[in-house]
């Protein structure tokens, strides 16, 4: 799943998630409450001008992160974020603090 920031200061901000179905669609839905829209499904191309790759994290679920992951727990899920602007740094900084927690 592909999402791309709502807010129109971090605008080239794009995150791709790759991973079980479910969990990829419980964080998007954490993410897009937090200023993200999704865009689309499926193969993943960043436009040229957004190509440049921030970070990328890839997390193991495990029995310390949120409920709604706990029916995925031993398998990855892959977090790349793309974009230019300062903020994706700070972004990435933030996102590998807090993605994985429960939301409850």
Same mark, same amino acid.
């Given at each position: 799943?592909?999402?791309?920031?709502?807010?129109?200061?971090?605008?080239?901000?794009?995150?791709?998630m790759?991973?079980?179905?479910?969990?990829?669609?419980?964080?998007?839905? %954490?993410?897009?409450? %937090?200023?993200?829209?999704?865009?689309?499904? %499926?193969?993943?191309?960043?436009?040229?001008?957004?190509?440049?790759?921030?970070c990328?994290?890839?997390?193991?679920? %495990?029995?310390?992160?949120?409920?709604?992951l706990?029916?995925?727990?031993g398998?990855?899920?892959r977090?790349t974020?793309y974009?230019?602007s300062?903020?994706a740094?700070?972004?990435?900084?933030?996102l590998?603090?807090?993605?994985?927690?429960?939301?409850?």
């Open positions: 799943m592909r999402l791309r920031s709502a807010n129109a200061l971090t605008s080239d901000l794009y995150v791709r790759r991973g079980p179905a479910g969990a990829v669609n419980y964080l998007a839905q %954490g993410l897009s409450r %937090g200023a993200f829209s999704s865009q689309a499904e %499926g193969s993943f191309v960043p436009p040229e001008v957004h190509a440049r790759e921030a990328s994290l890839s997390h193991t679920i %495990g029995y310390l992160d949120a409920p709604n706990q029916p995925w727990r398998k990855k899920i977090i974020v974009g230019r300062s903020y740094a700070t972004y990435c900084n933030g590998q603090v807090g993605i994985f927690e429960s939301r409850s």
